[in-house]
C-alpha cells in the first residue's frame, strides 16, 4: 500500500517535468510569490489531476482522493494547492473544511482557480457565494462573485432576497478598492442580465445610480 506522503511527495517531484520558467517567472513578475512554483500550465496540472483520479479507480490504496486533496492544499506550492481544487470531490467537503481553505487563500490566482474547479460545485455554493461577496476581504468577495457568475450561467435564478443583496454587493464592490472584485462584480451583473430581460433591466437600473454604463 502506497503511503500518503510518499504520494506528496511523488507529485512535487514530477511538477519538475512540467516546469516553465517564463510562466514562473512572470508570476513572480506580478507578485505571486510562492514557496515553490514550477510554473506548469494548467492544462498540464489537469492532465495530471484526471491521471490521479485514475489511479484510485483503478488500484486500492491506503487513502482516498479526499485526503489526497487535502494534503496537497497543506503545501505551500502553487502546483499543490491547484491540483488539489480540481481533485477534491465537491459533495464530500463540508462547510468547516471549506472555510479554513478559503482562510489560507494566498492569491487571486488560486481564488480563481479554487472557484472555477470547486466552489461552484459545491451542495451549498448560493449560500457560501452570498456570503463571501458580504465579506470585506477582496479573495472572499472575488469567490463569491465568479461562483455566482457560474450558478447564473447555469440558469440558477435567485430569490427576491438574493436578488437584492446581490444587487447591493455588486454596487458596493463596483466602487470598492480592488479591481479584480470590481471585474468579477461586473462579469456577474453580465451573467445575472443574461437570466432574462426582468434581470437586465435590473442590472441596468442598478449600475444607471451610480453612473456607469452597463453595456
Same mark, same amino acid.
Given at each position: 500500500?502506497?503511503?500518503? *506522503?510518499?504520494?506528496?511527495?511523488?507529485?512535487?517531484?514530477?511538477?519538475? #517535468?512540467?516546469?516553465?520558467?517564463?510562466?514562473?517567472?512572470?508570476?513572480?513578475?506580478?507578485?505571486?510569490?510562492?514557496?515553490?512554483?514550477?510554473?506548469?500550465? /494548467?492544462? *498540464? /496540472?489537469?492532465?495530471?489531476?484526471?491521471?490521479?483520479? $485514475?489511479?484510485?479507480?483503478? &488500484?486500492?490504496?491506503?487513502?482516498?482522493?479526499?485526503? =489526497?486533496?487535502?494534503? #496537497?492544499?497543506?503545501?505551500?506550492? *502553487?502546483?499543490?494547492?491547484?491540483?488539489?481544487?480540481?481533485?477534491?470531490?465537491?459533495?464530500?467537503?463540508? %462547510?468547516?473544511?471549506?472555510?479554513?481553505?478559503?482562510?489560507?487563500?494566498? $492569491?487571486?490566482?488560486?481564488?480563481? @482557480?479554487?472557484?472555477?474547479? #470547486?466552489?461552484?460545485?459545491?451542495?451549498?455554493?448560493?449560500?457560501?457565494?452570498? &456570503?463571501?461577496?458580504?465579506?470585506? &476581504?477582496?479573495?472572499?468577495? /472575488?469567490?463569491?462573485?465568479?461562483?455566482?457568475?457560474?450558478?447564473?450561467?447555469?440558469?440558477?435564478? %435567485?430569490?427576491? *432576497?438574493?436578488?437584492?443583496?446581490?444587487?447591493? &454587493? $455588486?454596487?458596493?464592490? =463596483? @466602487?470598492?478598492?480592488?479591481?479584480?472584485?470590481?471585474?468579477?462584480?461586473? @462579469?456577474?451583473?453580465?451573467?445575472?442580465?443574461?437570466?432574462?430581460?426582468?434581470?437586465?433591466?435590473?442590472?441596468?437600473?442598478?449600475?444607471?445610480?451610480?453612473?456607469?454604463?452597463?453595456?
Amino acid at each position: 500500500m502506497e503511503d500518503l *506522503r510518499d504520494k506528496v511527495n511523488e507529485i512535487k517531484q514530477s511538477f519538475r #517535468l512540467m516546469m516553465d520558467g517564463a510562466v514562473a517567472q512572470s508570476m513572480r513578475n506580478k507578485g505571486l510569490n510562492y514557496h515553490l512554483n514550477w510554473g506548469a500550465t /494548467l492544462p *498540464r /496540472l489537469k492532465a495530471k489531476a484526471e491521471e490521479l483520479k $485514475s489511479m484510485f479507480n483503478v &488500484q486500492c490504496s491506503t487513502f482516498n482522493v479526499y485526503d =489526497l486533496a487535502i494534503a #496537497l492544499w497543506k503545501e505551500n506550492v *502553487r502546483e499543490c494547492k491547484i491540483l488539489a481544487t480540481m481533485l477534491m470531490p465537491p459533495e464530500r467537503m463540508l %462547510p468547516g473544511v471549506c472555510d479554513i481553505w478559503m482562510e489560507q487563500i494566498p $492569491s487571486q490566482e488560486i481564488a480563481e @482557480q479554487v472557484a472555477f474547479n #470547486l466552489w461552484q460545485h459545491l451542495p451549498y455554493a448560493p449560500e457560501k457565494a452570498y &456570503q463571501w461577496i458580504a465579506s470585506d &476581504q477582496e479573495y472572499y468577495q /472575488l469567490c463569491g462573485f465568479h461562483v455566482l457568475s457560474r450558478l447564473f450561467m447555469n440558469g440558477q435564478e %435567485p430569490n427576491e *432576497r438574493g436578488i437584492n443583496e446581490f444587487i447591493d &454587493q $455588486s454596487l458596493s464592490a =463596483l @466602487q470598492g478598492p480592488y479591481m479584480s472584485v470590481c471585474k468579477a462584480a461586473m @462579469q456577474s451583473l453580465q451573467r445575472f442580465a443574461e437570466l432574462g430581460l426582468v434581470y437586465e433591466r435590473m442590472a441596468k437600473s442598478a449600475t444607471k445610480s451610480i453612473n456607469l454604463d452597463f453595456l
